[in-house]
T-cell receptor, first 112, second 116 residues
Framework: SQKIEQNSEALNIQEGKTATLTCNYT??????LQWYRQDPGRGPVFLLL?????KEKRKERLKVTFDTTLKQSLFHITASQPADSATYLC???????????FGPGTRLSVLP | DAGVIQSPRHEVTEMGQEVTLRCKPI?????LFWYRQTMMRGLELLIY????????DSGMPEDRFSAKMPNASFSTLKIQPSEPRDSAVYFC??????????????FGSGTRLTVV
């Protein structure tokens, strides 16, 4: 089964800087990869999906890249704000898109 | 739409008791997923349904766990008998069509289960 690693458990950055979170996987390259945000006491919220044939996807201040050669996805938040503080999870599709397996998450803290 | 609704939000029970968690998916969504989240193991898929039919229950830890989806608007996850190691946050999620094509999963707020 897929083993997913996300960069360090916690990441602290200064407000206004760009946060970069990584998602690395070990086995097959998924057809889709998603990113979610999770706040304490809440369920994950879907942010972005990127397909294997897409190198980059953007949504407002968010940018996701997908490199199937490196088996890696990068998630960027530009002009970060304290409100961006949360845990971010990547999720890889399995079983031809029938379900997704989640990474352990990275807890991001944006300091004012 | 009120989103995915889970109940109860919190459940504290004694070891050996039966626990039933409930989920109402978003109307029109045809896939439903049960996940469990712990600090040690993260989010784990337990079982998922497509059009009310269980597709893959390989993530269900053991026979003490069972899940049903009697209709498109309701699902239950039952643990009988419960054990302290079952303590976790249990999430229900639903999606429209093949999950994640554009919209991803919509998760409920979860049920925090504590077995003492």
């Amino acid at each position: 089964s897929q083993k997913i690693e996300q960069n360090s458990e916690a990441l602290n950055i200064q407000e206004g800087k760009t946060a970069t979170l990584t998602c690395n996987y070990t086995n097959y390259s998924p057809a889709y990869l998603q990113w979610y945000r999770q706040d304490p006491g809440r369920g994950p919220v879907f942010l972005l999906l990127i397909r294997e044939n897409e190198k980059e996807k953007r949504k407002e201040r968010l940018k996701v890249t997908f490199d199937t050669t490196l088996k890696q996805s990068l998630f960027h938040i530009t002009a970060s704000q304290p409100a961006d503080s949360a845990t971010y999870l990547c999720a890889l599709e399995e079983n031809y898109g029938q379900n997704f397996v989640f990474g352990p998450g990275t807890r991001l803290s944006v300091l004012p | 739409d009120a989103g995915v609704i889970q109940s109860p939000r919190h459940e504290v029970t004694e070891m050996g008791q039966e626990v039933t968690l409930r989920c109402k998916p978003i109307s029109g969504h045809n896939s439903l997923f049960w996940y469990r989240q712990t600090m040690m193991r993260g989010l784990e898929l337990l079982i998922y349904f497509n059009n009310n039919v269980p597709i893959d229950d390989s993530g269900m830890p053991e026979d003490r766990f069972s899940a049903k989806m009697p209709n498109a608007s309701f699902s239950t996850l039952k643990i009988q008998p419960s054990e302290p190691r079952d303590s976790a946050v249990y999430f229900c999620a639903s999606s429209l069509g093949q999950p994640g094509l554009n919209y991803g999963y919509t998760f409920g707020s979860g049920t925090r289960l504590t077995v003492v």
